[in-house]
Nanobody, 113 residues
Framework: QVQFAESGGDLVQAGGSLRLSCVAF????????FGWYRQAPGKQREFVAA???????NYADSVKGRFTISRDNAKKMVYLQMSSLKPEDTAVYYC???????WGQGTQVTVSA
């Protein structure tokens, strides 16, 4: 199974920005679609953003215009640039291959009002 290691989570004030990073230990990284997901306390994990091997992106309506997903195939990295953060963005953020139920430890993002 592919393993993921997320980082970059922090405590920030509303309106602030963060950049999350994820390294995927996957020898076929460049041909796969990866995404970011999040799980807030007491809620189910939800989709945030995805990026295909060709660089096409897709976002949840709740983050459109505020979050940007990107990837670096040479480094096997997936990034999530988050801006205009809101308290409702508070969650543990995970990266994963889209369509596969394989998760890393995640990284905590907390947005204070």
């Amino acid at each position: 199974q592919v393993q993921f290691a997320e980082s970059g989570g922090d405590l920030v004030q509303a309106g602030g920005s963060l950049r999350l990073s994820c390294v995927a230990f996957d020898n076929f990284f460049s041909i796969k679609t990866f995404g970011w997901y999040r799980q807030a306390p007491g809620k189910q994990r939800e989709f945030v953003a995805a990026i295909t091997s060709g660089g096409a992106t897709n976002y949840a309506d709740s983050v459109k215009g505020r979050f940007t997903i990107s990837r670096d195939n040479a480094k096997k990295m997936v990034y999530l640039q988050m801006s205009s953060l809101k308290p409702e963005d508070t969650a543990v953020y995970y990266c994963a291959r889209v369509g596969y139920n394989n998760w890393g430890q995640g990284t905590q993002v907390t947005v204070s009002a």
